[in-house]
């Protein structure tokens, strides 16, 4: 009998530059070649996809303000959940909160906007979508730091619940947020002092150069303040921090409500931007998931998330076009999306451990 | 006739449990191994669409259920590959799967938009007793699949707490250490329990495909319910039996807005009367978190926990 082959994981004390970009480089590699079995399979042309995607959502004019229109709402998400997902809080309803953040931000806009002017205004809509989308993660907030309730469920069921809202209030009958007299339910476009126009008529608003600022602003807080560090703290050892006198309820409390005001401004950003509207179109599009995708990718790294945020908004706005150029069904961008992050926590373990095989003797056995 | 729609919403709050059953108990074995999987949802979702395909282009329902069943058990694959054996971090791996599975089923559902299953499974019909009232269409009108996941949930039970390798199960999610100490292979136990865990989901995603919608609908098949089902596990306390009332009751406020629609009682607007499942889960789950009830619940100690052996 051959001896046993045992697979031995050892923890590296340093993880090796090259690693930490060959990782995830290497996931999005194996998950294009994942997508491009599942293209032949079903009889698609994967050269011929993926050089349309690369086309339309990097490599022309129209393509890069595209991805870069779209990467400002991802950006909101992926660093709406990077900020609990850093202290070991699972929000995954940051989708649930963006819908809240639209229709806030769509309800300041049709109530006030026809009485102040544009500078006011926006601001006004950004921060009344925030306050929306923290408002929709209080209650789980509250019992995870109170009762110790798991948030990932709470917030994810909040999700459905925000969506049976955001229909109720387009197609509930005299609903404040639709046009009257319509001959199909849609929801009203908020006057023009609350909505931005796009950079030199494209879909890039100048609302991402502020969302590119959060990011940089957050990266800042964790890395050099007090409440930056208080979160470090707690997420490394809940013990230590209690010892250091550190109220990680209150910690956790407020950083579950910036993490949902980071989502709802995604939903607010939309509005001011290119939906203009309450759309109820938003809960096909699942912006809020991929932000999880895009934190997990980055690994809660806020300056690494606007390079993901790209990257997958280029994924998605490439694969929305398919359908229309080659008819190629336009989930393809959201399952590499996943396959990507599986790919990558796969490749963790190879970050985090020298993995390597090892002959045990049989006498030992 | 207003007794009648009642009934007949029982009947399908029984009926419509399947699923949860099926689901839940597959996250209950999953979980009592210690490996917390959260990719229910994207589970439900591809064995749904597998089912149809497969049905729907061989004619044959049952070869449906069996390789939706198993295309469940792959993504399961998928969850304990990364958990177990690369030690990845549980709760985003389960995210992962929910999206990668519902990219997945949507892209594959592409071909099916639009067409129906031509043969459902049917009810069953126990002659005189199917006709008696109340009783009748409750407990005598549902189809196989639904009697065997109660059958399946009340051996689940007797395995789970009357055996020895239940014994081992339910050890291994508590003290994996001390599974380990008597020789048993940790890692092999968590991979066989999350496999046979999505099973079960893909076999819940596949009736519900093929008994209950009958047409492809895109996220809005499951519509959720597998997230139910991981509230349902808390909600039973890790206790398959308990689950079976879980499910039922559950069940009731997933059909209730449809009964309510149909019985024309629309004080209540469609829309909200749509949060009624997910607003219940929601207090349930919160109603059960006060510390009291907790520790009673019993949780496998070892959840989402990967095990390292200490190294001599």
């Known amino acids: ?65 595209d991805t870069l229109g779209l990467s400002t709402v991802l950006i909101c998400t ?97 609903s404040f947020f639709v046009t009257k007299n319509s001959a199909f339910p849609q929801g009203r476009l908020v006057p023009d002092s609350a909505s931005l126009s796009g950079i030199g008529n494209t879909s890039l608003y100048p609302s991402f150069f502020l969302v590119i600022l959060i990011a940089i602003v957050l990266f800042w807080v964790v890395k050099k303040t007090e409440y930056g560090y208080r979160i470090q ?76 945020g790209i990257l997958f908004a280029g994924l998605r706005s490439g694969g929305d076009k398919l359908q229309i150029s080659t008819d190629t069904p336009i989930h393809i961008g959201v399952m590499l999306q996943g396959a990507i992050l599986l790919f990558a926590l796969g490749g963790e373990a190879f970050r985090r451990y020298h993995i390597h095989a090892v002959r045990t003797e049989r006498a030992t056995q | 006739m207003n007794g009648n729609i009642w009934v007949l919403a029982s009947a399908d709050s029984v009926a419509i449990a399947t699923t949860l059953i099926l689901a839940a108990l597959g996250a209950l074995f999953t979980e ?97 007793l199917s006709d008696i009232p109340l009783i009748g269409p409750i407990v005598f009108r549902q189809d196989p699949i639904t009697y065997a996941s109660i059958v399946i949930a009340i051996v689940s039970s007797l395995y789970l707490f009357r055996s020895r390798p239940g014994l081992e199960l339910r050890a291994t999610g508590d003290d994996p250490a001390t599974v380990d100490a008597q020789g048993l292979s940790v890692a092999s136990i968590r991979i066989r329990y999350t496999l046979f865990g999505g099973l079960l989901v893909g076999l819940g995603g596949s009736w519900l495909m093929l008994a209950q919608s009958a047409a492809w609908h895109q996220a809005a098949t499951t519509n959720g319910v597998g997230w139910i089902a991981l509230a349902l596990v808390v909600f039973a306390g890790w206790r398959p039996m308990r689950l079976i009332f879980g499910a039922i009751l559950f069940g009731f ?57 200490d190294e001599r």
């Open chain 1, 78 to 174: 992926g660093i709406s959940a990077a900020f609990a997902f850093q202290m070991n809080l699972y929000n995954i309803g940051g989708e649930g909160q963006l819908y809240l953040g639209m229709i806030g931000g769509a309800w300041v806009g049709l109530a006030i906007g026809d009485r102040l002017p544009t500078f006011v205004m926006i601001p006004i809509v950004l921060l009344v979508g925030s306050l929306a989308g923290a408002l929709w993660i209080l209650l789980p907030a509250f019992v995870r730091s109170r009762l110790g309730t798991s948030e990932i469920v709470t917030t994810l069921l909040l999700t459905y619940i925000a969506a049976s809202l955001v229909k109720h209030f387009v197609y509930s009958p005299g």
């Open chain 2, 253 to 309: 406020t997933l059909q209730l807005p449809f009964t309510l629609q149909a019985e024309q009682i629309t004080f209540i607007p469609s829309a909200l009367m749509q949060m009624l499942p997910y607003l219940a889960t929601l207090i349930a789950l919160i109603a059960l978190s006060r510390p009291s009830t907790r520790n009673k619940l019993g949780a496998p100690k070892s959840l989402g926990i990967p095990f390292v052996r």
């Open chain 1, 233 to 308: 703290v707690i997420s490394d050892s809940p013990r230590a921090a209690h010892y250091a006198g550190i109220n990680a309820n209150r910690t956790t409390m407020s950083v579950m409500l910036i993490s949902g005001a980071l989502s709802g401004l995604g939903g607010a950003v939309l509005i001011v931007g290119p939906f203009g509207r309450l759309d109820p179109g938003i809960i096909l599009l699942g912006y809020g998931y991929a932000g999880i995708v895009i934190a997990a990718l980055a690994r809660n790294n806020f300056s690494a998330i606007i390079v993901s």
């Open chain 2, 32 to 128: 009592r191994a210690g490996v917390l999987n959260l990719g229910i949802e994207g589970i439900l979702l591809t064995s749904a669409i597998s089912s149809f395909l497969v049905a729907d282009s061989s004619g044959s329902i049952w070869l449906g259920l069996i390789v939706g069943s198993l295309v469940g058990a792959l993504l399961a694959g998928i969850h304990a590959v990364l958990s177990v054996v690369l030690r990845a971090n549980q709760i985003v791996a389960g995210l992962a799967l929910v999206i990668f599975g519902t990219g997945l089923a949507n892209f594959l559902g592409k071909p099916a938009e639009g067409k129906t299953v031509t043969t459902l499974i049917k009810p069953l019909s126990f002659g005189p």
């Open chain 1, 1 to 65: 009998m051959r001896s046993p082959i045992r697979i031995v994981f050892e923890q590296r004390n340093e993880t090796p530059k090259h690693l930490s970009v060959l990782v995830p480089l290497l996931s999005v590699v194996a998950a294009l070649v994942v997508g491009a079995l599942f293209l032949l399979a079903t009889g698609y042309s994967p050269l011929e996809t993926y050089s349309n995607m690369l086309s339309d959502g990097f490599t022309s004019s129209r393509g890069i303000t």
